[in-house]
Structure formats: structure tokens, C-alpha cells
């Protein structure tokens, strides 16, 4: 609390004894050389601020102002060739939702701007005291809130590379019918998977696996792109999927190199009950979250769950990592060597999708923050074995069909034909997945635990519209 004096009055001082009763000292006004400075430099960040507002050009050189743009003037001519601006435009001929906000936001600290320079240039008149403290915070605060309100229309937007080069592989695995059918019928008559300034190649990966309807001739395509069998020196006996993943390497990759596909669907189908679900593999791949998060909301309210495949001991290897952003669509319950037409119409939408987000994204559409839920893999699990490595136990009814679904401590997982039901025991609950999948049953899993979790995407544009327009 501030303690206020009190004038006392002082025998014989007369007139100036009268004057001083019953009324505080006065206080010279508080223009100092810090307050003048203070108010000056508010006055000129106010400038600034509405300057750069309606036009960054009138702050470059005369021959660098082809590269300002403001948030409401707008450039006559081409970005390379704009020597003047057209005037302001209206708020709708912005051309992009980020572009407006940053400009309410920028407009906004400006006006906190003006008001806290306003505000100092009082604090310098008034007299010193708390009312002038008083009015010094306010301000302060004032250019503070302005700050933060122009710090926000920064946000960073990461410019990636456009998406010029996109495969769609079918066939991975010649039992998987969706994919193989839909890659033919694209061979023959591929308008519907075109695209204006990108070129789409549907490719068949396994065609003896796809010939003979089996899932691979001598091992799985699905797991042999790692740089051991990619380096494998070709000899007679080399497995034909080695062999063959090489020839796709050398056609859509090398794997890792700037000269690899910038995109590649890999089509899968699954006996098991995982509906259309998109894979990933990188969780710091911006580009691929924000395609999966137009994905889903292109087909809500049908569910379109996500996996993620990063785990730091479990390793793919996969036929579609050859690419810079490789996407595994997995489409079930269908038998193996069998198609379903809802289970093919589902891939199909996934794919349509999926390449509407590439043409928008490389004509220039910018895409802001998103989260998306995926579920992250833990551990695969093995069906109960005896002594001999025989499986003793299958799929408990109440398991069978719920993938995606929570399993919590206690739930039954497995039932002996004895009648025993094995239940699940566990710390937290867990997602699985893959359930009961047939081709698994040789790769000793009975399904996959997964745990629910949000990604997050920054915000993202084109590279090539970040170079005309910045």
C-alpha cells in the first residue's frame, strides 16, 4: 500500500503556508529522457506495425519491392513482376483461411499497438505518481497482448516438396484380390486415378504370387526391402521376392534417394475385421498425417482407423517404403483368393481420396495443424503352444471380430478346446488388431497389441507456392 504524506503547515510561512494546507506537493510532469524514448520508440513500432500491414514493400529498397507483400494490399501483376500494388482489396480476395487470420491477428496488435503508444504519450504528460505507474503497466501489458497477437500470424508453415510422382502397387501379396483387380482394371483404363500435374502408375508387384492366387512364391515381398536383401548379389538361387524387390527398387526408388517415387499405395486385404485402415510408418511425416486426416474426414462417419508401425525392434521393411511418403491401405474381412465388392469399393474410395489431397495439395492448397488418433503397435502375440510348437488354443468368440476395440485385464482372449478360457492380463488397456489374420498364423501371431494416440501434422503447403508467393 502507498503511503500518502500529509502536509503539515509550518509557522510563519504565510501565503505559502496557506497554499500547501489541505493539498498534496505538486509532481513535475514526468518527461524524461526514458519516457520520451519510451513513447518515441511505441510511436515508431506503430508505424512499422501498420506499414508492414498494408504493404512490406514500402520498407525495401526501391529495387526489392517486387517481393512485398502485405495482408490487404495485393500485387498487380506476378509475383516477379510486381513493381506496385493494386490497392486494397476486400477481406474475401485473400486468398487463403491462414492469410485471413493472420491478417485479423495482425490488425488486431496493431490496434493494441496504437492505443499502448497512446498511452505512453500520456504517461510522459501526466504527473508522476501511481496513477502514472498505473497507466506505464497498462501499457506495458498492452504491448505485450500486441507481441503475442503478431508472433501468432507467423506460424511457421513448412514448405514441402510437390507430390509429382505417385505409384499405386497391388499384387504385394497374390491372395489379396482388391488390390490386384483394381491395379488391373487402372491398367487398362486408368482416367479415374489421373491427375492434372501429376503422373499415377498403377504397378502389379508380385505377378507369379498373383498368377498362381498364392501370397508369395518363396518368401513375403511384404518384409525383404531392407539394404541387406536390396543388396543382395543376384545369383540362381536368389528368392524370387528378393529378386523382385530389387527390380522395384530399381524402377521406384533407389529406396532413401531424392530420385525415389514421392508416393506410393501399397493395396492389402485382411481376413480380419479391421474395415479400410491406413498404415504409416514415419510419425514425423507431416505430409502423409495430413493426408490421412483428409481422408477421414472424406469418408466420416464410416471409421477409417490408422496404425502406426514405428516400433524400434519391430522392423518391415515393407514394399512401399521404397517412397518418400509410403502409405499401406489394409482392407478387410475378406477371404484370401476372394473378392467382395463393398471390401474393393472401400479401397477404391480410400485411394480417390487420397489423390484428391495430392492434387490439392500441389495446386497450392495450404493445410493447417491437425491431429489425427492412430494406434501405435506394442507387440505382436502368439497363439498358446504346446511342448511341440503346435497351437492349443484359438481366438476366444468374444475377441473374435473386435479389432479396434478396448481389451482390459481379465478379458478373454483365448479358449482351449478343453473349454479353458485364457484371459488377458494387463497393466492398461490395449487395442488389438489383426485378429485371427490368416496369413499369420505362419508367422506365429495370433494379433497384434496396440495402444491409442494422437499425432499431430504442422502446417503445410507446396514448396512451389511458397516460391511464387513469399
Not at 121 to 129: E, F, K, N
Request: hydrophobic letters at 40%; a positive charge; one cysteine or more.
Amino acid at each position: 500500500m502507498l503511503s500518502v504524506p500529509v502536509p503539515v503547515p509550518v509557522a510563519g510561512a504565510g501565503a505559502g503556508a496557506a497554499r500547501g494546507a489541505g493539498s498534496l506537493p505538486r509532481r513535475r510532469a514526468m518527461c524524461s529522457g526514458v519516457g520520451c524514448f519510451w513513447a518515441l520508440l511505441s510511436a515508431g513500432l506503430l508505424a512499422a506495425c501498420a506499414a508492414a500491414f498494408l504493404s512490406p514493400a514500402w520498407l525495401l529498397p526501391p529495387g526489392r519491392a517486387a517481393g512485398g507483400f502485405g495482408l490487404l494490399w495485393r500485387c498487380a501483376g506476378p509475383p516477379r513482376g510486381c513493381h506496385g500494388s493494386a490497392g486494397p482489396g476486400g477481406f474475401g480476395d485473400i486468398p487463403s483461411g491462414s492469410w485471413q487470420t493472420s491478417a485479423v491477428l495482425c490488425a488486431g496488435g496493431c490496434a493494441l499497438l496504437a492505443l499502448s503508444s497512446l498511452l505512453a504519450i500520456v504517461a510522459v504528460l501526466l504527473p508522476g505518481g501511481a496513477c502514472e505507474r498505473r497507466v506505464c503497466t497498462l501499457a506495458g501489458y498492452m504491448q505485450t497482448a500486441a507481441e503475442l497477437l503478431k508472433s501468432m500470424t507467423s506460424s511457421s508453415v513448412v514448405d514441402k516438396p510437390p507430390v509429382r510422382r505417385v505409384a499405386i502397387f497391388g499384387g504385394t501379396h497374390g491372395n489379396e484380390l482388391s488390390g490386384v483387380f483394381l491395379v488391373k482394371h487402372w491398367q487398362e483404363n486408368g482416367a479415374e486415378i489421373q491427375r492434372a500435374g501429376m503422373e499415377v502408375k498403377p504397378f502389379l508387384t508380385n505377378p507369379r504370387a498373383v498368377k498362381k492366387c498364392t501370397r508369395y512364391i518363396d518368401c513375403d515381398l511384404n518384409r525383404v526391402f531392407d539394404p541387406d536383401n536390396l543388396g543382395r548379389t543376384v545369383v540362381e538361387d536368389i528368392p524370387y521376392e528378393v529378386r523382385r524387390a530389387q527390380e522395384i527398387n530399381h524402377i521406384f526408388g533407389p529406396k532413401g534417394s531424392d530420385d525415389a517415387y514421392d508416393l506410393i499405395f501399397d493395396l492389402h486385404n485382411t481376413t480380419s475385421n479391421m474395415g479400410g485402415t491406413l498404415i504409416l510408418e514415419n510419425s514425423r511425416d507431416d505430409f502423409t498425417i495430413q493426408m490421412f486426416h483428409y481422408i477421414k474426414n472424406a469418408l466420416a462417419p464410416e471409421r477409417c482407423p490408422v496404425l502406426l508401425i514405428e516400433h524400434p525392434s519391430l522392423k518391415y521393411a515393407t514394399t512401399r517404403s521404397v517412397a518418400k511418403h509410403p502409405v499401406g491401405v489394409e482392407v478387410g474381412p475378406q477371404p484370401q483368393g476372394v473378392v467382395r465388392a463393398d471390401i474393393l469399393d472401400k479401397m477404391r474410395k480410400i485411394v480417390k481420396h487420397g489423390l484428391d489431397f495430392v492434387q490439392l495439395f500441389n495446386e497450392g492448397k495450404e493445410f493447417p495443424p491437425c491431429t489425427i488418433e492412430v494406434f501405435k503397435i506394442m507387440e505382436k502375440v502368439d497363439y498358446p503352444r504346446n511342448k511341440n510348437d503346435e497351437v492349443i488354443a484359438i481366438i476366444h468368440p468374444k475377441l473374435q471380430d473386435q479389432d479396434w476395440q478396448p481389451l482390459k485385464d481379465g478379458d478373454p482372449l483365448f479358449l482351449t478346446l478343453d473349454g479353458e478360457v485364457i484371459a488377458y492380463k494387463g497393466d492398461c488397456t490395449v487395442y488389438p488388431t489383426f485378429i485371427n489374420e490368416a496369413a499369420y498364423y505362419e508367422k506365429n501371431q495370433a494379433f497384434v497389441k496396440t495402444v491409442k494416440m494422437k499425432l499431430t501434422a504442422k502446417h503445410i503447403r507446396s514448396s512451389v507456392l511458397g516460391q511464387n508467393t513469399t
